[in-house]
């Protein structure tokens, strides 16, 4: 099923990405959903994804946008050095998902970067970035 296949693949790619987990200060933390009120700064919440069907009576097809969120907190260095962290690894995560992906039983015909914006948390110590992918998939032959 391509729900969990899709989802599966971006978490693998993130998680075995050595980047960002140094990026990250040794792991790359990723939830979805919603992160534990406890979970440590940096990380990623993997979140919302749309899946709309576009195949027709020959052929299975999905468009897939897909949204993560990058949290970042530094207690000691401030809200500067907070918003440069989480546009290192926003970066990176944008990057690294910006590829065709091997989704097992689909190709990617088509990916690109829909959007990524970074703001400042209300508590005045977080940021977060958000960065929105788009795909489009059919399934292989």
């Not at 990250?24 to 992160?35: D, T």
């Not at 989480?86 to 995560?93: E, M, P, S, T």
């Not at 998902?97 to 970067?113: K, N, Q, W």
Request: aromatic residues 8%; charged residues 25%; contains cysteine.
């Amino acid at each position: 099923m391509i729900d969990e296949a899709f989802d599966a693949t971006q978490e693998q790619l993130l998680r075995d990405s050595q980047a960002l987990a140094d990026a990250m200060g040794g792991r790359v933390q990723l939830y979805g959903l919603s992160a534990p009120n406890d979970a440590p700064f940096p990380h990623i919440i993997h979140g919302e994804s749309q899946i709309l069907p576009d195949g027709d009576d020959c052929r299975e097809a999905y468009e897939i946008y897909s949204t993560l969120y990058v949290w970042t907190r530094d207690d000691e260095q401030g809200p500067a050095v907070t918003m440069a962290q989480a546009k290192r690894i926003g970066g990176l995560v944008r990057t690294l998902l910006d590829i065709a992906l091997s989704i097992p039983g689909f190709r990617t015909v088509e990916h690109r970067v829909e959007s990524t914006r970074y703001t400042p948390d209300a508590d005045g110590l977080s940021a977060l970035g958000v960065i929105e992918h788009y795909y489009w998939v059919e399934a292989s032959a």
